[in-house]
């Protein structure tokens, strides 16, 4: 009751190791096992080692979680670390962490997929690995910071907000990382469908593929675009951008590797019994 108290009259939405020693005068081994204690009691919620957000008053039920704008935007606060310049010698801080949701998430968001996942993907630069905080169940993926962009912010309530991969960055993610999240072939009516509707621009689409695909996702988009008759200067931007290779790749890459190839994108056409 004392730290609710304390926590409450302070206004603290987090709080971490050794700030409550003091004010509540614990020693340190009572701190580790007052929160660990309220942690597991579901009153408080544990974001990292030595890390706890807070509610700002006490849960009816007995137990509480935050909502997933509060989790995710306190595990990327989180990265916030030491950095020494070298200009002056002083340490400062590094900026937080950077993400986006992505995947799953994304694809019900801007209505490709109607199911809702129960888990929450975010490409970071800072974490890998299933997290829980709370009732917030998040699979991290850590990828390189030129890797992130594309996005938009969506308002979450209480001053907060969610970072998105834009519609079109959605879309190529659905080519690029096609393996994690079981998106092909459906993913390539969701371009044809996309574009058919003048919801995106293939100039856009071409844009963001050459910026956050691979070779594997630069011709099997190219391979898509030249089927919907898409202007040839845009096809010859991405046939540009592809490394000189005799290999296939398959167009299904779940599919049985047989069918016609593409010696333009490198892709072997194995839709055999299948639709477009």
């Known amino acids: 009751m004392r730290f609710f108290a304390y926590s409450q009259l302070r206004r603290m939405q987090t709080v971490r190791l050794g700030d409550l020693a003091g004010p509540l005068r614990l020693s340190d081994s009572q701190e580790r096992r007052l929160l660990s204690h309220l942690a597991r009691k579901g009153l408080i919620v544990r974001v990292i080692r030595g890390l706890y957000l807070v ?6 039920a007995g137990v509480w979680t935050p909502d997933d704008a509060l989790a995710i935007t306190t595990l990327m606060q989180s990265a916030l670390q030491p950095i020494a310049t ?10 937080a962490g950077r993400y986006q949701i992505c995947g799953p998430n994304a694809f019900n968001r801007y209505g490709f997929d109607d199911q809702v996942p129960a888990r929450t993907y975010l490409y970071n630069d800072r ?7 709370g009732s917030i169940c998040l699979t991290l993926i850590k990828v390189a910071r030129p890797r992130l962009g594309s996005a938009e912010e969506v308002a979450a309530g209480d001053g907060l907000r969610l970072v998105y991969s834009s519609r079109v960055r959605t879309l190529v993610d659905a080519v690029y990382d096609w393996s994690r999240f079981d998106s092909l072939p459906r993913g390539y009516e969701w371009i044809r469908r996309e574009l058919a509707a003048r919801r995106i621009r293939v100039e856009d689409l071409v844009r963001d593929t050459l910026r956050f695909g691979n070779q594997g996702t630069i011709r099997r988009v190219g391979f898509l675009l030249e089927q919907e008759k898409i202007a040839e200067p845009l096809l010859r931007r991405l046939q540009k951008a592809l490394a000189p290779s005799s290999s296939l790749i398959p167009w299904i890459p779940n599919a049985p590797k047989r069918g016609k190839s593409s010696t333009r994108w490198g892709i072997l056409d194995n839709r055999i019994g299948r639709s477009p």
């Open 127 to 133: 974490f890998s690995g299933d997290r829980q905080i």
């Open 86 to 95: 070298k200009a002056t010698g002083k340490t400062g801080q590094s900026g």
């Open 55 to 60: 509610p700002s008053r006490l849960p009816l």
